[in-house]
């Protein structure tokens, strides 16, 4: 038996070279991604999201100091229709 006609030593002698270097002259192929458009849009949705204040100032600010003056008053009968409304989902 020649060792020469062996494919392990035909793996090992390409190994023991080491890589081939890249033809600069083929060209390269390159990686591509295409979206659904449902991916797109939530995409788009989350960059919006992000851009967001984290709490919404003018909002909050006039409830903040509304509490502090001890002026604030619980709309009861908003928030016991919304409590409702939101178990009707």
């Known amino acids: 038996m020649r060792i020469e006609n062996n494919p392990i030593f035909r793996i090992l002698a390409q190994r023991l070279r080491g890589p081939r270097p890249a033809n600069p002259a083929s060209p390269v192929a390159a990686d591509e991604v295409q979206l659904s458009d449902r991916a797109e849009t939530l995409r788009k949705a989350k960059e919006a999201y992000a851009a967001l204040p984290e709490v919404r100032e003018e909002r909050i600010a006039p409830l903040k100091k509304q509490i ?14 919304r409590l409702l409304d939101s178990g009707e989902e």
């Open 68 to 81: 502090e003056e001890g002026r604030y008053q619980i709309p009861e009968r908003e928030l016991a229709r």
